[in-house]
């Protein structure tokens, strides 16, 4: 079975700019995640969908927003893009969410110049 | 929301050692994982554990749910082990999948 794809690998932006990531979950899961790790502020959770709906969301502005398709693939979009947006993005795929184990693509890397 | 705090953030092995990771955490959890984040960035499953104990060759690890614990064993280590290892928890009283991660803890072993 295909683990987590996450699209592009590497991400170069200016200030200003808007981008949009995509993560194709693990075949036959409905919950996808996403997660920003700095140096400085660790791995946080920034959404999760399920079912095509936003379910949970973490404390970030809304420059970050997110969907999901009906075949549970997702996008995050950052708009008006800071250099502070400079980051790892991971998602994450599992069977329905909650208690459930979860599986990490390999990132994406943005930078912001 | 839920606290999680790894220890030691630190720590240097020379081949062959045994070490033991702790991860504590402040709530009810209804899911625990640990990676190891790879060079490059992924993080790569070694073991959900939201309570009792599960080996995997060199590593193995435990969690106490009801004194919000967990530990993490690896024996014999070896120099590919080296890189930064996560605890993540999933607190009950969150809704769907998110997991609060501790800050890692960076393993270094020498040959």
């Known amino acids: 079975k295909a683990g987590v794809t996450q699209t592009p690998r590497y991400l170069i932006k200016t200030r200003g700019q808007q981008v949009t990531l995509s993560c194709s979950p693990i075949s036959g899961h409905r919950s996808v995640s996403w997660y920003q790790q700095t140096p400085g502020q660790g791995l946080q959770f920034l959404f999760e969908y399920f079912s095509e709906t936003q379910r949970n969301k973490g404390n970030f502005p809304g420059r970050f927003s997110g969907r999901q398709f009906s075949n549970s693939r997702s996008e995050m979009n950052v708009s008006t893009l800071e250099l502070g947006d400079s980051a790892l993005y991971l998602c994450?795929?599992?069977?329905?969410?909650?208690?459930?184990?979860?599986?990490f693509g390999p990132g994406t890397r943005l930078t912001v110049l | 929301g839920i606290q999680v705090e790894q220890s030691p953030p630190d720590l240097i092995l020379q081949e062959g050692a045994n070490s033991t990771l702790r991860c504590n955490f402040s709530?009810?959890?209804?899911?625990l994982q640990w990676f190891h984040q790879n060079p490059w960035g992924q993080l790569i499953n070694l073991f959900y554990?939201?309570?009792g104990t599960k080996q995997n060759g060199r590593l193995s690890a435990t969690t106490v749910a009801t004194e919000r614990y967990s530990l993490l064993y690896i024996s014999s280590s070896q120099t590919t082990d080296s890189g930064v290892y996560f605890c993540a928890v999933g607190g009950e009283e969150t809704s769907g999948s998110r997991l609060t991660f501790g800050e890692g803890t960076q393993l270094t072993v020498n040959p």
């Open positions: 709530d009810s959890v209804n899911n």
């Open positions: 554990i939201p309570s």
């Open positions: 994450a795929s599992s069977f329905q969410g909650a208690g459930n184990e979860q599986f």
